[in-house]
């Protein structure tokens, strides 16, 4: 009886699980507006990561001399700064404003590191070592590297992984993480957003161009992630792909990020 009773609960969660997922269209509404915010955020400070080490590294005074970085919010900055390899002091910030490709702001003078910083480089430094133990499977695919995007959230932090790569017309969708810690890098709580790599190519092998893309969600999660939108805002503009979108198999809708009109909305009919 008692195996009876169990299998008859373990059947109950399963068929309860498959069951479609219920949200109001204000609920997923607020949602779509809360990815799409983050996403942008996601895309501020890597592309400030991006810029940054291009101009930092053609500085002759201070390129042999880098080691780690960081890239965080400052007011009405985003700023990246870079520290020695000794990882004790800051010895470059570039602060950028209002998307600028440029930083607005460049300060070279040697510093101690702020309070927010030292949060960082502890969280990014016990994230690194848990990251480079094969044990816990967080890796990327050849060709393919991981960024590391970490933000305030309460009194912890999120530290997204987004893939990265140097090759051409190609869009890493896929192998992204989210890690909440503390801010000493204790994880609290993982999650994977997709099962692997889903690599979207900007043209064929015929040199045929295409203006979008599509790829499907796990169940278990039923919406387009931030971290694509930050993917997407990095990688689109070396293709001619303008849009994209997410099929959810759990709620049974589609969603479509355009890039040009910055919009996250429902596609009634994408097909």
Not at 12 to 37: A, G, W
Request: net charge positive.
């Amino acid at each position: 009886m008692k195996k009876i009773i169990v299998l008859f609960l373990t059947m109950t969660s399963i068929l309860t699980f498959c069951q479609d997922i219920k949200f109001s269209e204000k609920e997923i509404k607020n949602k779509l507006d809360s990815i799409k915010t983050e996403g942008n955020l996601l895309y501020s400070f890597e592309k400030a990561s991006w810029n940054s080490n291009d101009i930092a590294r053609k500085n002759v005074e201070i390129k042999d001399l880098i080691g780690a970085y960081l890239t965080y919010q400052n007011e009405e900055f985003v700023r990246t700064v870079f520290l020695n390899k000794s990882g004790s002091e800051i010895i470059a910030e570039y602060n950028f404003k209002n998307k600028a490709e440029i930083p607005t702001k460049i300060n070279l003078e040697v510093r101690s590191l702020s309070k927010i910083e030292i949060d960082l480089k502890n969280v990014r430094q016990n994230l690194i070592s848990y990251f480079s133990n094969p044990a816990n499977e967080v890796g990327a695919p050849k060709g393919f590297s991981l960024n590391i995007i970490t933000i305030p959230f309460g009194a912890n932090f999120k530290t997204y992984l987004i893939p990265g790569t140097s090759q051409s017309n190609v869009i890493p969708f896929g192998n992204d993480y989210l890690f909440i810690t503390d801010n000493n890098g204790k994880i609290l709580n993982k999650k994977k957003f997709h099962s692997a790599m889903i690599p979207v190519f900007g043209s064929d092998d015929e040199g045929n161009f295409s203006a979008s893309s599509t790829h499907s969600h796990l169940k278990e999660n039923p919406f387009l992630s931030a971290t694509d939108i930050c993917t997407f805002r990095l990688y689109a503009p070396f293709t001619k792909l303008t849009k994209f979108s997410v099929f959810s198999p759990g709620l049974k809708k589609t969603f479509e990020y355009n890039m040009i009109e910055n919009t996250l909305e429902i596609v009634k009919n994408p097909f």
